[in-house]
């Protein structure tokens, strides 16, 4: 069965930075196009960043990561990454890694919290 396990998160202060990291399996990683999401608390979750399953890896982010995170994967590792700097105390959020079977079937990881406080 499919399984995104995130780790990485933490507490970290304004201006820093944390690399959150999804290991795959169950699934052929290397031909899926992958997701970060998150759901800061009171909201609704939201897509953060995207990554193709080419050997391009072209990347996609939302206006309020764009230019402070960075998505990237490792498919001999089955492994995606984030690398998030400049954090800001609106990051705050658990992140969830994400892929698809279907635009109707989503799998999801168990999230790992990023805090951004002083």
């Known amino acids: 069965q499919v399984q995104l396990v995130e780790s990485g998160g933490g507490l970290v202060q304004p201006g820093g930075a944390l690399r959150l990291s999804c290991v795959a399996s169950?699934?052929?990683?290397?031909?899926?196009?992958m997701r970060w999401y998150r759901q800061a608390p009171g909201k609704e979750r939201e897509l953060g960043a995207g990554?193709?399953?080419?050997?391009?890896?072209?990347?996609n982010y939302a206006d309020s990561v764009k230019g402070r995170f960075t998505i990237s994967r490792d498919n001999a590792k089955n492994t995606l990454y984030l690398q998030m700097n400049s954090l800001k105390p609106e990051d705050t959020a658990v992140y969830y890694c994400?892929?698809?079977?279907?635009?109707?079937?989503?799998?999801w990881g168990k999230g790992t919290l990023v805090t951004v406080s002083s």
């Open positions: 169950g699934f052929t990683f290397s031909r899926s196009m």
């Open positions: 994400n892929t698809r079977a279907s635009t109707l079937i989503n799998y």
């Open positions: 990554i193709t399953s080419t050997s391009a890896g072209l990347t």
